[in-house]
């Protein structure tokens, strides 16, 4: 039934226990079969998976591809028809994405599709209410995908944190946004919370998967992981709501996060009712 007013959103979260178990229950509370069947899907053609393979490293720092799997085989139980597409544009220099998937094992995954996002041909998207740029320029694939986001918990050096939102930096091809540096999405660290809210008003994920499991504490590519690890997994269909959470395991304010703060009430809900799924 849809809300008189507007839907408080809604994340959920499990502890990590089983691998299967945990995804597979959290997924099917967070609603992921209702979204794939309902009238909102049937205007798509496929689904994206977007992980956060932002260079060669191993996990915590990159999504690791057995919770990719999982999202895969979920998604094949709800409809085996359905075309499933793993997407990502790799930042790191000199690499490209096919190589990223392949050096972290994805290309063993059956039956699904791989594009590498920085090659895409893009659409010029306005941005009225944009803070940096008045047009962003995204791969013309997303405006046809039921968009996944999976990302793994992270603190950022420039953006204090690296979730849902963030991970989406790796959709923007370096033709338009690789800058005056060697790191391929460049562009977008200059004023970076305003480039991240401006991305997401552009286009923003239909769900997020969220892999807090261990964390990073203090930075993105390298350095302490969060002790004691988090041990925990979040999905929903607010990217908002799931950044400002997995903020607060990270310990930090999301009201302090200035792509949170800015996406609030206008990408997503930072306010959100957190709801935790028995294992």
Partial sequence: MACKVACKA????????????????????????????????????????KPNLVNESPFPVTTPDWIVRKLVSYIRSINSNIQIVLAEGTGQPEKNTLEMFIHHGYTTIRGVDFVDLNEEDCVAVPLPRGKKW?????????????????????????????????????????????????????????????????????????????????????????????????????????????????????????QEIGHIKMANNHVGQADAEIIKIPV
């Avoid at 998967?209 to 302490?224: F, I, K, N, R």
Wanted: proline letters at 6%.
């Fill in 134 to 254: 008045q047009t962003l320029y995204i791969p013309a694939i997303l405006q046809e995908a039921f968009l996944i986001s999976v990302p793994v918990l992270k603190a950022h050096t420039l953006a204090g944190v690296t979730l849902s939102m963030k991970n989406m930096i790796g959709v923007c091809p370096p033709k338009f946004y690789q800058s005056d540096g060697f790191w391929r999405k460049s562009a977008f660290h200059s004023r970076i919370h305003e480039a991240i809210f401006d991305l997401n008003m552009a286009r923003k994920p239909d769900f997020c998967l969220l892999d807090a499991t261990v964390g990073l504490s203090q930075s993105h590519l390298s350095g302490p992981t969060c002790n004691p690890p988090i041990n925990k997994i979040l999905a929903g269909s607010d990217p908002v709501a799931i950044d400002a959470f997995g903020a607060k395991l990270l310990s930090k304010k999301w």
């Fill in 10 to 49: 809604k994340v959920f979260w499990s502890h990590f226990n089983n691998k299967q178990e945990a995804v597979g229950r959290l997924l099917d509370a967070a609603g992921l079969a209702s979204f794939l069947t309902s009238g909102h899907f049937k205007s798509k053609t496929f689904v994206l998976i």
